[in-house]
């Protein structure tokens, strides 16, 4: 499968973004997906992660009640909505989707993911 993301941009403090992640090859809901990030001189991290029908949803501590994910099978596409955007935010995200029928969000958290797309840089400006 191959993964195409968008949406990154310039925002104030506060803005909001919305991430996409298009997939194409095989259908999106084979997967479980999941949205990562990195900021320069850190360690790659898991931000949020999507069950394969999208009944589970996992969300890293530092963004939950801000960031939201969905997806949308029908159109092999996975979302990221960012609200109340702060400068810490600001990263390359990428998405990521796993061969992996995970149903927790304690699972999601930690499944291997197999395939990656390029990034698309979020910036966040104070």
């Known amino acids: 499968v191959q993964l195409q993301a968008s949406g990154g941009g310039l925002v104030q403090a506060g803005g909001s973004l919305r991430l996409s992640c298009a997939a194409s090859?095989?259908?999106?809901?084979?997967?479980?997906m999941g949205w990562f990030r990195q900021a320069p001189g850190k360690e790659r991290e898991l931000v949020s992660a999507i069950s394969r029908i999208g009944g589970t949803t996992y969300y890293a501590d530092s963004v939950k009640g801000r960031f939201t994910i969905s997806r949308d099978n029908t159109k092999n596409t996975v979302y990221l909505q960012m609200n109340s955007l702060k400068p810490e935010d600001t990263a390359v995200y990428s998405c990521a989707a796993a061969w992996n029928f995970a149903t927790s969000p304690q699972a999601l958290a930690v499944i291997r993911y197999d395939y990656w797309g390029q990034g698309t840089l979020v910036t966040v400006s104070s």
């Open positions: 090859g095989r259908a999106s809901s084979q997967f479980a």
